[in-house]
């Protein structure tokens, strides 16, 4: 079975400081992989995703991540953090055959402070 | 236009007591998902529909009890609620494309479930 771990549980960054937030998986086949961010009382919204081609995926607001399947990571960044990036974030994986069962992981709460 | 849409938004009950949750979704996707995110705000999956039919089923108590009348309506119905279902529950949807390829999953806004 497949598991994700996300080792910053709670990161706290002034405005316009650099971001990245790590991701490793474990499953021993290909895979699909997503990061989905979730702000204060709403609900996910996915901030990209990779399936396959190039492994450096741009995504939404200005977020990036970079798969490298060597390291079984998929970490998220942002060059410059805005107070508006304070959510959660969840980086989430999902067997590339059969039907998609995401399996997330804990999540990592950003702080942004102005 | 909203894509996903879940009632109630908030539910608030007390031990033992029977509830549902509807879940609606207006993408014509075929695929749709119940997820349950704890009070530590972890996601775990617990059922997933293709064309009405049950695809996953994770470990979750007998209690709980998903029901698909058409592709674009899952619900989930609980007995005997327990402290311990207090909760999130998110639903999703998405399109199965076939052979392997996966469609984005929607999700929708939530139900805060708090068992009393």
């Known amino acids: 079975a497949q598991s994700v771990s996300q080792h910053n549980h709670h990161v706290i960054l002034s405005e316009a400081a650099s971001l990245e937030l790590g991701c490793n998986y474990s499953?021993?086949?290909?895979?699909?992989l997503f990061w989905y961010v979730q702000y204060p009382g709403q609900h996910l919204q996915l901030l990209l995703k990779?399936?396959?081609?190039?492994?450096l995926v741009k995504g939404i607001k200005g977020f990036e991540a970079e798969f490298i399947k060597s390291k079984f990571s998929f970490n998220l960044r942002k060059p410059s953090v805005q107070w508006s990036d304070t959510a959660e974030y969840f980086c989430a994986v999902s067997p590339n055959t059969g039907f998609q069962k995401l399996v997330f992981g804990t999540g990592t709460r950003l702080l942004v402070s102005p | 236009d909203t894509a996903v849409s879940q009632t109630p938004k908030y539910l608030v009950t007390q031990m033992g007591n029977d509830k549902s949750i509807k879940c609606e979704q207006n993408?014509?996707?075929?695929?749709m998902y119940w997820y349950k995110q704890d009070s530590k705000k972890f996601l775990k999956i617990m059922f997933s529909?293709?064309?009405?039919?049950?695809?996953i089923n994770e470990t979750v108590p007998n209690r709980f009890s998903p029901k698909s009348p058409d592709k674009a309506h899952l619900n989930l119905h609980i007995n005997s609620l327990e402290l311990g279902d207090s909760a999130v529950y998110f639903c999703?949807?998405?399109?199965?494309?076939?052979?392997?390829?996966?469609?984005?999953?929607?999700f929708g806004p939530g139900t805060r479930l708090l068992v009393l």
């Open positions: 993408l014509g996707h075929d695929t």
């Open positions: 990779y399936f396959s081609g190039d492994p």
């Open positions: 999703a949807s998405s399109q199965d494309l076939g052979q392997g390829a996966q469609e984005t999953q929607y």
């Open positions: 529909y293709n064309n009405k039919e049950l695809i």
């Open positions: 499953y021993g086949g290909t895979v699909n």
